[in-house]
């Protein structure tokens, strides 16, 4: 896909995306370290983190293994990736970054696949399915920021490359919209907290990378122009910081302070 003529944000817009940006970056960096600390802890024999392979399963462990390993780093990378200055002035850091997201988009997709309908997790069908769509999502937009980084199509290459970035992270959004829902109701509204089914995990699965998506497409189309966008942004990014701080004290603090 192209969208004709880099436009520039205005002050607004941008002072808006920046606000995002920052909320987005400091929320990302903290689950990095969550999975990174959590689940090293775990293989070197301390508390386990959320893995639901048995002890003998060797595939699954490994393949489990690979997919935390490249989500932590993928997480990390997409943050610096983002940073206008990192691209300018280190741009061949910029671009073999850019190359291990992709691998790791790559493989951190594949893994999630066999997790998901070989080892099973929780949730039903309806969540199956939606991050199988997010996977696929995925991979067609890592191979299309690929092509196009090849081709020297520099503005569809940012374009793709910002589409993978919100697929990736579908992930963390789901963990931060989950728990700033929890936060308004008090309760899990809407879900079986135990079994993980219910319309609105099913509802949040999809949503999780379509939100970001569609909020991406709003602001490459009409970032010159339009106070809509600028509130968009802003409460998005409300949301996003209290379901930060909820995701933090509820799933990753504790976790790391055990």
Known sequence: MTIAGPVQPSRAVAA????????????????????????????????????????????????LSVHLVFAALMTAIGVLQLIPA???????????????????????SVSGF???????????????????LNGVLIVGFAWLAW???????????RRWALRLFMAANGVWFFR?????W?????????????????????ALSFAQFLVPLAVLELYLRVRGRGMALVVTLVLL???MAG????????????????
């Open 86 to 108: 990192l691209r300018r002035r280190a741009p061949a850091l910029h671009r073999n970054l850019g190359r291990v997201f992709i691998v790791g988009a790559v493989l951190g």
């Open 16 to 63: 808006a995306a920046r606000l995002w940006y920052v909320v987005a970056a400091a929320g990302l960096l903290l689950f990095a370290a969550y999975i990174s600390i959590s689940y090293g802890r775990a293989a070197l024999g301390g508390p386990p983190g959320e893995s639901r392979m048995a002890a003998g399963d060797l595939v699954g462990q490994g393949v």
């Open 182 to 202: 929890l936060m308004v109701w008090q309760a899990p509204v809407g879900f079986d907290p135990k079994t993980f089914t219910g319309p609105f995990v099913y």
């Open 237 to 239: 990014s409300l949301v």
């Open 114 to 132: 066999f997790l998901l309908w070989a080892r099973g997790t929780v949730g039903g069908l309806p969540m199956h399915l939606a991050i199988s």
């Open 176 to 180: 931060v919209g989950l728990m700033a």
């Open 147 to 157: 092509r196009s980084a090849r081709e020297r199509r520099f503005v569809d290459h």
């Open 243 to 258: 379901g930060i701080v909820g995701a933090a004290m509820g799933l990753w603090m504790p976790r790391l302070l055990a």
